[in-house]
Antibody, heavy 124, light 109 residues
Framework: EVQLVESGGGLVQPGGSLRLSCAAS????????MNWVRQAPGKGLEWVSY????????YYADSVKGRFTISRDNAKNSLYLQMNSLRAEDTAVYYC?????????????????WGQGTLVTVSS | SSELTQDPAVSVALGQTVRITCQGD??????ASWYQQKPGQAPVLVIY???NRPSGIPDRFSGSSSGNTASLTITGAQAEDEADYYC????????????FGTGTKVTVL
C-alpha cells in the first residue's frame, strides 16, 4: 500500500523551530518529487514547498522562503521540513504529498497520495 | 502570484448534477487537478488532467477545461459527496510552483 505518514508537529512558541518528517512506503520514494502543503484552521490549502527526486530542485512559497527548509533522505524514504522563525500564521495542519505529472497536450501535475497531516501550533 | 478562483459554496439536490468551476490564468497553460476534502480528513485526488480519475473514484466525477476555466462535474450527486473541493495547477506567473484554488463547499440537499 502506498502510504505517507507525517510526524513532528506540536506546540511551539513564536520564533521557535520545529522539524517535520514524512515517512514514505509502498513506492520507490527516490523516483518521485515531493511537496509540503498546509492548511490553517478553517482555511484552504496552501502549497508550501517542493523538492525534486534528487534534491537538485527546490521551491518555496513566498510566505515561508528564508525560514523553512525542505530536504529528503532517499536511503531512509523520508521527507523533512525544517521550520525556523515560526509565526502565529504558520499554525496549520501540514501535509506531505507525492508529486506526479504527465503531459497530455498540456502539463498536468497532481498530488497523490497525501499523508494524514500533522498539526503545528505556534502560540505563546 | 497567480490565483485560482472558485465559488465559495454550491448546493445540489440528491441525485442531481453540480458543476464546480476554477478560474485562473495558469489554466491556459496547465491542466488542473481536483481534490475532495471531508472534515478532519486529508485531501483526496478525484480528477487530474483532461479528465482522469484515480482508481476508486466513482465515474460520476468528471473534469473538463476551456480557456482559463477548469470544471469538476458530479453527475448524480450522493450524500457522501458533500465536502470541500479544491482545484490546483502549476503557477504560470513564475512566482510559485503550485497554486490552489480558494475552495468550494458542496452541500448535498
Amino acid at each position: 500500500e502506498v502510504q505517507l505518514v507525517e510526524s513532528g508537529g506540536g506546540l511551539v512558541q513564536p520564533g521557535g523551530s520545529l522539524r517535520l518528517s514524512c515517512a514514505a512506503s509502498g513506492f520507490t520514494f527516490s523516483s518521485y518529487s515531493m511537496n509540503w502543503v498546509r492548511q490553517a484552521p478553517g482555511k484552504g490549502l496552501e502549497w508550501v514547498s517542493y523538492i525534486s527526486s534528487s534534491s537538485s530542485t527546490i521551491y518555496y512559497a513566498d510566505s515561508v522562503k528564508g525560514r523553512f527548509t525542505i530536504s529528503r533522505d532517499n536511503a531512509k524514504n523520508s521527507l523533512y521540513l525544517q521550520m525556523n522563525s515560526l509565526r502565529a500564521e504558520d499554525t496549520a495542519v501540514y501535509y506531505c504529498a507525492r508529486d506526479n505529472w504527465k503531459v497530455e497536450q498540456q502539463l498536468v501535475n497532481w498530488f497523490d497520495p497525501w499523508g494524514q497531516g500533522t498539526l503545528v501550533t505556534v502560540s505563546s | 502570484s497567480s490565483e485560482l478562483t472558485q465559488d465559495p459554496a454550491v448546493s445540489v439536490a440528491l441525485g442531481q448534477t453540480v458543476r464546480i468551476t476554477c478560474q485562473g490564468d495558469s489554466l491556459r497553460s496547465y491542466y488542473a487537478s481536483w481534490y475532495q476534502q471531508k472534515p478532519g480528513q486529508a485531501p483526496v485526488l478525484v480528477i487530474y488532467g483532461k479528465n482522469n480519475r484515480p482508481s476508486g473514484i466513482p465515474d460520476r466525477f468528471s473534469g473538463s477545461s476551456s480557456g482559463n476555466t477548469a470544471s469538476l462535474t458530479i453527475t448524480g450527486a450522493q450524500a457522501e459527496d458533500e465536502a470541500d473541493y479544491y482545484c490546483n495547477s502549476r503557477d504560470s506567473s513564475g512566482n510559485h510552483l503550485y497554486v490552489f484554488g480558494t475552495g468550494t463547499k458542496v452541500t448535498v440537499l
